[in-house]
């Protein structure tokens, strides 16, 4: 293997990684535990939150109708909005402030269990919206303590939400992507039964397919624990800690699942092995990514969909311009790639080998190339956008792309190498158009 020295210890450095994974549950039909687990957490007073398009999917209406008849008092919001703005977390925190819930289940994609723990955090522990939310738009306060329990169903095969302690959402003042990234936050436990990705619309299994590739990719390349300061005190250790042995497990096995099985899964929905593993894979880079943290094509990505205008892509509700969050981080990663390889080439080429890139004969300089080259080949199989400008971006945006992308400390500094605003300004210039 690649980079046998990647983690070296120094004077100044950390020595330490933390492990915090989700409890899990995984494989098709887990949802019909679902009554049983929230019994087994000690929930009473029940609130779901879901989206209300997916309430009529089989295996979801089959666990809320079951809620329904456990004789817990339950709660349903249903208003979750895709890609979820300060304003709809402080709808989904007034629902949960009249309810007095003692627990909360999330059924939906990355958008809802977002949404559910930020409803959670503010309900337990109101405050000024952007007290916790992350330095420098937000004042980055501790959350105070433990959370009410929160039972997570996914139900793409992407976002790894379940496994992570981050709430992302839109600044509607700002325009801007950011933040809420706290362990508290980490679901209590995870149901993540694959026959819900069966009936996901190819685009979404694509975009969402891509962000689990991501997480995994990022995480791996992402600059060493050892190469972060040791804390002070442990309890400041990020959860964005930097590549370790053991997220390295989780991004290794997910990239190979993804080199399978993406484009399969996006092409044929009755594919469902691809799709299975596809949930499997983002599941390992969930509880990868969620003790690694990720890097620059989701650093970039926030201002990509933060700023988008008028782009309305298939698959996805149509009353407003969005930009789904895999699609927004997948169009700035070749050309991220590209630049980081340098810092850590092993990795860049051991990336591309696992996701089906032929590196026979590849050299340290090829492997900036060779990983993009793979990213594009797939993009181009499953219909993605063409770059940065098939969102509908032009050279003339590029210093305010750049400049949402600089706010974010945390991922951009969890790169393997420095990166500047002027470097970012560059990465987007040659992440317009890749065909
Ligand atoms: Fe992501």
């Known amino acids: 293997m690649g980079c046998c020295h990647y983690y070296e210890f120094t004077d100044a450095g950390d020595r330490v990684f933390a492990v915090d994974a989700a409890s899990i549950k995984f494989g098709p039909g887990v949802l019909v535990e679902l009554v049983d687990d929230v019994r087994a957490l000690g929930m009473t007073r029940v609130a779901i939150i879901t989206e209300s398009a997916l309430r009529s999917i089989e295996p979801v209406a089959n666990a809320i109708d079951a809620l329904r008849r456990s004789g817990l008092a339950i709660d349903i919001y249903d208003e979750v909005k895709v890609e979820p703005t300060d304003r709809s977390f402080l709808n989904a925190t007034e629902f949960a402030q009249q309810g007095q819930f003692d627990g909360y289940v999330s059924i939906g994609g990355g958008s809802v269990i977002d949404t559910c723990k930020a409803a959670n955090l503010y309900s337990s522990y109101p405050a000024d919206f952007l007290d916790y939310v992350n330095p420098p738009i937000g004042a980055g306060q501790a959350v105070p303590g433990p959370l009410k329990p929160h039972i997570a169903c996914p139900t793409t095969c992407g976002t790894g939400s379940e ?194 890139a032929d590196d026979r004969g590849a050299g340290d300089d090829d492997a900036g190339e060779i990983l993009a080259n793979r990213l594009i080949e797939m993009m181009r199989a499953t219909g993605m956008p063409n770059g940065v400008a098939g969102i509908g971006y032009a050279e003339s945006d590029i210093p305010a792309l750049a400049s949402g992308a600089f706010a974010q400390p945390r991922l951009i500094g969890n790169a393997p190498s420095p990166v500047s605003e002027i470097d970012l300004q560059s990465i987007y210039r040659l992440a317009l158009r890749y065909w």
Do not use: W
């Open 163 to 356: 496994s992570t302690g981050i709430a992302v959402f839109d600044l509607l003042s700002m325009q801007v992507k950011t933040g809420i990234a706290s362990r508290a936050l980490r679901p209590t436990r995870a149901l993540i039964d694959p026959l819900c990705a069966y009936s996901l619309p190819p685009p979404v299994v694509a975009a969402s397919g891509f962000d689990v590739l991501s997480h995994a990719l990022e995480s791996y390349t992402a600059r060493p624990y050892t190469a972060r300061s040791r804390p002070d005190v442990p309890e400041q250790r990020p959860m964005s800690q930097g590549a370790n042995p053991f997220s390295d497990i989780g991004c290794r096995r997910a990239l190979e699942l993804a080199g399978g099985y993406l484009v399969r899964a996006v092409a044929d929905a009755a594919d469902h092995e691809a799709r299975e593993q596809m949930m499997l894979a983002a599941t390992l880079a969930g509880i990868a990514f969620g003790n690694s943290g990720v890097h620059v094509p989701h650093g970039m990505s926030y201002s990509v969909a933060g700023l988008v205008r008028d782009f309305y892509p298939d698959g996805y509700p149509q009353h407003e311009p969005m930009c789904p969050h895999g699609m927004s981080v997948i169009v700035n990663a070749p050309s991220a790639f590209r630049f980081t390889a340098p810092a850590c080439p092993q990795r860049h080429l051991e990336g591309a080998r696992l996701l089906g």
